[in-house]
Every structure is written in structure tokens, then in C-alpha cells.
């Protein structure tokens, strides 16, 4: 493993996984330590749960939240999910991608961050947002330039 020395990937495989439905919270855990989950990990976590890689695999890329590779700069995930899509989140997405080819963002589409009745909502680097318009997206965007 090339991260074995700097990663703790046996202690989290230790710490979770006797747990019910491993899998998902030891996803969590490297990506949240890593902020992806490295493709050289899959066969080391299969194991450890008597999973075949396919299936570990499988998971990784079902869910939209996981990353196989680093995200490059800013994250930004805009809600592309039901009540964000009846407030105009199609119309944010398109004018995200807009905005986002002009910035070190990556910018990814998310399913729910729990403030649909406040939609449309986005979130930046974990920090949600709501009633994202156009105008709103454009100065949370001017403010990470500036940060910059
Ligand atoms: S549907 Fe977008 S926050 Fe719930």
C-alpha cells in the first residue's frame, strides 16, 4: 500500500469494522481523512470485510459523495435533488458550470443537504447555503477568489 506508512487504513478497518454495515462508515472515514478514497485502497478494505473488490468498488461509485481521486481546489456541490430542482436548482447547476470553468473549484452535484425547504441550496467546502440564486452563487464565488 502506498499509504500505509502516513495512512491509518489499518486503524480504521480495526476501529469499524465489526460494525453493522461497515462499509459505508469506513468509506466516510478515509474520505473524510484523505478527502478521497484511493483506488489502491479497495482491496485492503474488501478483505477486511470478506467483500470482493467489485462490490467495494461498486459502492464507491454508486454514491456521488465519493471521491476516487483528490478534488482540486474548492469543493462546491450544488443540490440537484427534488425540492432544490422545483426552486431552480437546474438553472444554478447550468450557471455553476458557467461560473466554475473560471476558478479552481470542483464542482460536484449532491443529493440532498437537508435545506429543502429553504431551497435551492449548495454547499462550499462542507458549509451549506441556501436560497442560492444566481447573483448569491456569484459573490460566495467572488469571496473564495479574494480568500485566494
Ligand atoms: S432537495 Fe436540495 S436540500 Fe433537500
Known amino acids: 500500500m502506498v499509504y500505509r506508512g502516513d495512512y491509518p487504513l489499518r486503524r480504521v478497518l480495526d476501529e469499524k469494522r465489526h460494525m453493522p454495515g461497515a462499509l459505508l462508515p469506513i468509506l466516510h472515514a478515509i474520505q473524510d481523512e484523505l478527502g478521497h478514497v484511493p483506488a489502491d485502497a479497495v482491496a485492503e478494505i474488501a478483505e477486511a470485510l ?54 479552481d473549484v470542483t464542482l460536484e452535484p449532491v443529493y440532498c443537504l437537508g435545506l429543502c425547504a ?8 462542507d458549509k451549506p447555503y441556501a436560497r442560492v440564486s444566481h447573483a448569491k452563487f456569484d459573490h460566495l464565488l467572488a469571496q473564495l477568489k479574494e480568500a485566494a
Open 118 to 125: 429553504t431551497a435551492p441550496s449548495m454547499s462550499i467546502n
Open 50 to 103: 470478506n467483500l470482493s473488490r467489485a462490490e467495494v468498488h461498486g459502492v464507491i461509485t454508486y454514491y456521488h459523495h465519493f471521491r476516487s481521486e483528490p478534488a482540486k481546489g474548492t469543493v462546491v456541490q450544488v443540490c440537484r435533488a427534488e425540492a432544490c430542482q422545483a426552486c431552480g436548482s437546474d438553472a444554478l447547476w447550468e450557471h455553476a458550470s458557467r461560473q466554475a470553468q473560471n476558478a
